[in-house]
């Protein structure tokens, strides 16, 4: 088992940056895919971001590129999420998830894809 505990969320102005961490526990995560994902009131939950194991591999979704980097530390079995230029719409519980199966040159966007996830750490972007 897999335990994922994320933090680093809080209250953030338009235009600021968060950074998110993932921290994980029970077993090492250095072969796993990693993701994040978030989540809205009201909304589905929707992917936000990939990261092979190998770091080599990444993915984001569309709205994200350019301002989101996730990145991953194998040593200290965490991942990360720099999000930079915040905007209102960006408001959301963010995830983490792992996935024990190998991305596969694949974003894997979908929930199902995944393993195991945290409880959410919740960001606020004021306008």
């Known amino acids: 088992q897999v335990q994922l505990v994320e933090s680093g969320g809080g209250l953030v102005q338009a235009g600021g940056s968060l950074r998110l961490s993932c921290a994980a526990s029970?077993?090492?995560?250095?072969?796993?895919?990693m993701a994040w994902f978030r989540q809205a009131p009201g909304k589905e939950r929707e992917f936000v971001a990939s990261?092979?194991?190998?770091?080599?591999?990444?993915y984001y979704a569309n709205s994200m590129k350019g301002r989101f980097t996730i990145s991953r530390d194998n040593a200290k079995n965490t991942v990360h999420l720099q999000m930079n230029s915040l905007k209102p719409e960006d408001t959301a519980v963010y995830y983490c998830?792992?996935?024990?199966?190998?991305?596969?040159?694949?974003?894997?966007?979908?929930?199902?894809?995944?393993?195991?996830w945290g409880q959410g750490t919740q960001v606020t972007v004021s306008s």
């Open positions: 998830a792992a996935r024990i199966s190998p991305l596969g040159h694949e974003a894997r966007t979908r929930t199902d894809e995944y393993d195991y």
């Open positions: 029970g077993r090492t995560i250095s072969s796993y895919a």
């Open positions: 990261i092979g194991w190998s770091s080599i591999n990444r």
